[in-house]
């Protein structure tokens, strides 16, 4: 049983787990902070995330070392262009007392690696739709509850490279955060070089418990706001909107669908754990600002000017924010 005299005590302690996380997982990712930050804060505002990066940057060790320091179930599926929704959700087979019994697919974890998600038909991407908004899957008429906490860490080729299908915007609406994974620097190269290439492997130990995880994600839902900041959160996702009363200039000449309400509620839950994180009990237009980036870049749609003049999408989302 987690018990803790107040809020104010349980947000210390939830900064303090966080500064625990980053050390453990350091053990085996060699820097992307931010993105071990980004992820980290996906998953305690229940949130889903994307991955965006070309292959061999780590993406798979960085899920798996996650799931290991929070102590969680972990399942990965290759996306293919072969693969079925049934491949993921499961199947009803018919047992020997000829009755149909359902077979749980990988889809029932805690932690789902969507590895490649845009290398497969968007027929078998939308199997995901039900179990990420809902957390519950349908095989026939029957519905079956996934097990809490879960989460969708979906990584993706970037769309230029061959075989890809662009992810509908119904299924990137679902995504909390699409979160860019570079190339490493130079002097980080070094040391993965050195750390991957030896004997010995670190191995991270276990953080956090299944009952910690969701009684912090339920804190993070508690942490209050001031109306300044969802004003300010609303009013940022109104000025992507072309061709509306709060359209900023530079939605109108540049993008040609903006962001949805769900844009605003990702921006005031991502601040509410960004600031909890780092051990403050409201969130303000810093903590707001530090996660518009990754809220809106998949949720707006660059018109045929921008793509022309190469106005790129992280600079647009800079001109709306100042």
């Not at 839950?269 to 809106?296: M, R, S, T, W």
Request: hydrophobic letters at 40%; charged letters at 25%.
């Amino acid at each position: 049983m987690i018990n803790y005299k107040s809020d104010v005590e349980a947000v210390d302690a939830f900064a303090q787990k966080y500064l625990d996380l980053k050390k453990e997982i350091s053990k085996v990712i060699i820097g992307q902070e931010e993105v071990v930050r980004d992820v980290i804060i996906s998953v305690f505002s229940r949130g889903h995330a994307l991955l965006v990066g070309v292959p061999g940057l780590a993406k798979t060790l960085l899920v798996n070392t996650i799931a290991q320091s929070l102590g969680l179930d972990y399942k990965r599926i290759q996306f293919t262009p072969d693969l079925m929704p049934s491949d993921i959700i499961g199947s009803e087979i018919l047992n020997d007392k000829r009755e149909f019994k359902f077979v749980q697919g990988p889809i029932f974890s805690n932690i789902i690696l969507a590895d490649e998600i845009n290398r497969t038909p968007p027929k078998t991407q939308s199997a995901l739709l039900e179990a990420m908004q809902e957390q519950s899957v349908t095989v026939g008429r029957t519905s079956h509850q996934l097990e809490k906490p879960f989460f969708v860490l979906a990584t993706q080729n970037p769309i230029e490279q061959e075989g890809t299908y662009p992810l509908p915007e119904a299924q990137l609406d679902r995504f909390m955060f699409n979160i860019i994974l570079d190339y490493p620097s130079y002097d980080e190269e070094i040391q993965v070089v050195k750390a991957t290439t030896g004997f010995e492997s670190a191995s991270p130990n276990t953080i956090l418990s299944k009952e910690e995880i969701l009684f912090f994600q339920d804190l993070v839902r508690k942490i209050p706001v001031t109306d300044n900041v969802y004003e300010y959160a609303v009013n940022l996702v109104a000025k992507t909107r072309p061709q509306t009363e709060k359209a900023h200039q530079m939605t109108n000449d540049y993008i040609s669908w903006g962001a949805g309400p769900r844009a605003s509620q990702y921006l005031i839950i991502g601040a509410k754990c960004h600031a909890a994180i780092n051990g403050k009990y409201a969130p303000d237009i810093e903590d707001v600002n530090a996660v518009v980036p990754q809220v809106l870049r998949h949720r707006l749609v660059r018109n045929y000017k921008a793509v022309a003049e190469g106005i790129s999408m992280e600079y647009i989302i800079e001109k709306l924010r100042s």
